[in-house]
Nanobody, 116 residues
Framework: QVQLAESGGGLVQAGGSLRLSCAAS????????MGWYRQAPGKQRELVAR???????NYADSVQGRFTISKDNAKNTVYLQMNSLKPEDTAVYYC??????????WGQGTQVTVSS
């Protein structure tokens, strides 16, 4: 059974930083493209960063240059380093496979709140 567990969220002032982590069981990250998604109140869930199986990365325009996605295959963990945070980054953040047979599995998410 696939389980995804996000952690590292919290309350931070604008301009601050947070590092999110996503650990998994039942799936081996190195074989899949992984993504970090977020959902703000009243808005649709969006993909903010993705990392391919070999390690290439892509970012939404809104976070380009501020967020960095990475992974540690040995720990089966994906990270999202978030710098220069803005109030509009406030959302629940999730990680999951971008495609493939496990793409519909979601964790509980981790809340990020950025105060102005």
């Amino acid at each position: 059974q696939v389980q995804l567990a996000e952690s590292g969220g919290g309350l931070v002032q604008a301009g601050g930083s947070l590092r999110l982590s996503c650990a998994a069981s039942g799936i081996i990250f190195r074989f899949y493209a992984m993504g970090w998604y977020r959902q703000a109140p009243g808005k649709q869930r969006e993909l903010v960063a993705r990392i391919s199986a070999p390690g290439s990365t892509n970012y939404a325009d809104s976070v380009q240059g501020r967020f960095t996605i990475s992974k540690d295959n040995a720990k089966n963990t994906v990270y999202l380093q978030m710098n220069s945070l803005k109030p509009e980054d406030t959302a629940v953040y999730y990680c999951k496979p971008v495609n493939g047979q496990y793409r519909d599995y979601w964790g509980q998410g981790t809340q990020v709140t950025v105060s102005s």
